[in-house]
């Protein structure tokens, strides 16, 4: 399974690195989501790493603040969040697609998850 840290509390304009490590395999040419969940709404595709593709995926209300990145040496999948907002609290979760198929932001496509790491912006 997927294991994700960084999570935290941090003010409106700063930022968080969230991290994804693959325990007992590795992320190969999968497709790597991070998705989101605050309290009392669904689930949220936030950014999705395409291995077999070599490309990334975002939201529209997180392009161009956050990034999605691997380090293979690592097997950790890293998702820089920079200029974060209040709306950003959430509940992020890693999510492992082993037979990468589309759409990235369907969260039914992705067959692993994490256990997820709550992330606070406060304002």
């Known amino acids: 399974q997927p294991v994700e840290s960084g999570g935290g509390l941090v003010q409106a304009g700063g930022s968080l690195r969230l991290s994804c490590a693959a325990s007992?395999?590795?992320?190969?040419?999968?497709?790597i989501g991070w998705f989101r969940q605050a309290p009392g709404k669904e689930r949220e595709a936030v950014s999705c790493?395409?291995?077999?593709?070599?490309?990334?995926y975002y939201a529209d209300s997180v392009k161009g603040r956050f990034t999605i990145s691997i380090n293979n040496a690592k097997n950790t999948v890293y998702l820089q969040m920079d200029s974060l907002k209040p709306e950003d609290t959430a509940v992020y979760y890693c999510?492992?697609?082993?037979?990468?198929?589309?759409?990235?932001?369907?969260?039914?496509?992705?067959?692993?998850w994490g256990q997820g790491t709550q992330v606070t912006v406060s304002s």
């Open positions: 999510a492992v697609d082993l037979l990468n198929v589309l759409p990235w932001s369907d969260p039914d496509t992705y067959d692993r």
């Open positions: 790493l395409s291995l077999g593709k070599g490309r990334a």
């Open positions: 007992g395999f590795t992320f190969d040419d999968y497709n």
